[in-house]
């Protein structure tokens, strides 16, 4: 029989889109949730689709973040959940959101998101919440999947990614020397 193990830590990160003008904190909100800001990437225009137009208005933006305090991958359901709770809190005048998070996590060998819609390559991990691999590490860099958004497949995205894992790596190396 399978010897059952703890899962390696990973590193908490959240994919924003956001209206430009937003006047509200959401980095602060994020940190009560994830910890403090480890990196961010530079806000860039949000051009790939026009999905969120509708609901959030034109000209977005897009904007990468990364948490220092390592997790557990279990725990990506539940920091869904809460960055759910964060959307909803700061809407438009229509009802519509002023920013939408996506919460993921990086590991050494992935970068899964989360999702609360339902599709065939998507997992369910329970409470309306599934789990997507967006990203796999491999020949040492991030390689996009067939179902990987585009804004994920360029290079900002890709190398924020790499830096995200570079952190991880050393938080990881940290905690196997204090042991």
Request: charged share 30%; net charge negative; proline share 4%.
């Amino acid at each position: 029989m399978a010897e059952i193990k703890q899962p390696q830590r990973t590193l908490p990160v959240t994919g924003l889109i956001f209206v430009p003008d937003l006047n509200v904190d959401i980095c602060k909100e994020l940190e009560n949730i994830f910890g403090a800001i480890e990196i961010k990437s530079s806000s860039i225009p949000f051009r790939h689709t026009e999905y969120y137009c509708e609901e959030m208005g034109d000209n977005l933006s897009r904007q990468w973040i990364a948490f220092g305090d390592l997790i557990l991958p279990d725990a990506l359901a539940e920091f869904k959940l809460k960055t759910n709770e964060i959307e909803n809190k700061h809407l438009n005048e229509k009802g519509g959101r002023l920013v939408n998070i996506d919460p993921g996590t990086v590991s050494l060998s992935n970068l899964i998101l989360a999702s609360t819609k339902n599709y065939s390559h998507r997992v369910y991990l329970g409470r309306g919440i599934y789990a997507e691999v967006t990203l796999v590490y491999k020949q040492k860099r991030f390689t996009p999947l067939e179902w990987t958004y585009p804004d994920y497949r360029e290079d900002e995205a890709l190398d924020f990614f790499a830096r995200a894992r570079e952190v991880l790596k050393h938080k990881l190396s940290e905690l196997e020397r204090s042991r």
